[in-house]
């Protein structure tokens, strides 16, 4: 086991597994390109169970490899030349929402596949996640998977101490760190816009390309450096500055939306902090809470139209589940 991340056991066919979705707090697009990001994986959702079959179907769907690029890039990575299988997938992550739902996916396919191919250790499930979503998306960081598949606070390419694991791409490597989590809760509000994780990071790709590209990339940074201090140190104050900072930062790649800031703006009185969260283009928000108003943020949310959840750190990530029943 390492640092108390327990492997992902061998199990025959049926088996059964949870992972959370993600939240990022810092660092989200920069971390593409190699800057620290802080994220944590939060406590909704995705299930997976995966059952000997006579023919290949996702949620009774035949067709799923030509239509789902997640389930596909999943089979070729990890369940090649093995026979058939029926897999159903459930989520309360909402899709498209920069809340962690294919990386849920992605993270329950390989655990699952890893546990009846004789068990995975995390590193290697971190590692194989990664490649799948990258796979399925052609672009992008390893922040999203690894925290799925690793619960709790994570500083990727940032943070103090051993790294829990190094996942490595075609062009960088990203090195994660567990960072304590402060125990506070979070609010995280869906605008029901949906957008293309793809699309938003090659556009903020050629963003970075202008002249004051670096620059930028260094503020943003900067923000995430003292962001994964001030979270572990529970420095709430500096956390809620930054917040704002990085929004900032995110606006001026051009990844923010009117709805997001309507959101915002709607947010503010009970709201020490926030910024979009994911990719964003749409997607949703992160607020830290005024303490003691999460009740009137989540009304206030609502009756913007967003779809609003409170949300807490989930400490183990992608899991089994036990006993995987049958039917
Ligand atoms: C998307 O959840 C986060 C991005 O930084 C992309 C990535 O890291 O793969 C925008």
Known sequence: MIDGVPPIPARELPVAVRAPGKCIVFGEHAVVHGAPELVFAIDLHTQVIVRASSELRLNADREATSRNPYFRSALELSWKDRPPI???????????AGLGSSAALVASLAAAFGAATGGIDRPTLAQRSFEIERGAQGVGSAGDTTAVVGGGFLAVNGGAGTPLWTVSGPDRTWDVRRVPDPGWVWVVAHSGIPRSTGDAVRAVARRLEAPDGPELLHEFSRVAAEGIRAVGAGDRRTVAELLG???????????????????????????????????????????LPVPGKETELVRRLARAGALPFVVRPDPTGVELVEPAHPD
């Open 86 to 96: 029926d897999v159903r997938a459930v989520s309360r992550i909402p899709r498209s």
């Open 245 to 287: 900072r990085n929004h900032e930062l995110l606006r001026e790649v051009g990844v923010s939306h009117p709805r997001l800031e309507e959101l915002l703006k709607a947010a503010a009185p009970a709201a020490e902090g926030a910024k979009l969260t994911g990719a964003g283009a749409g997607g949703s928000i992160v607020v």
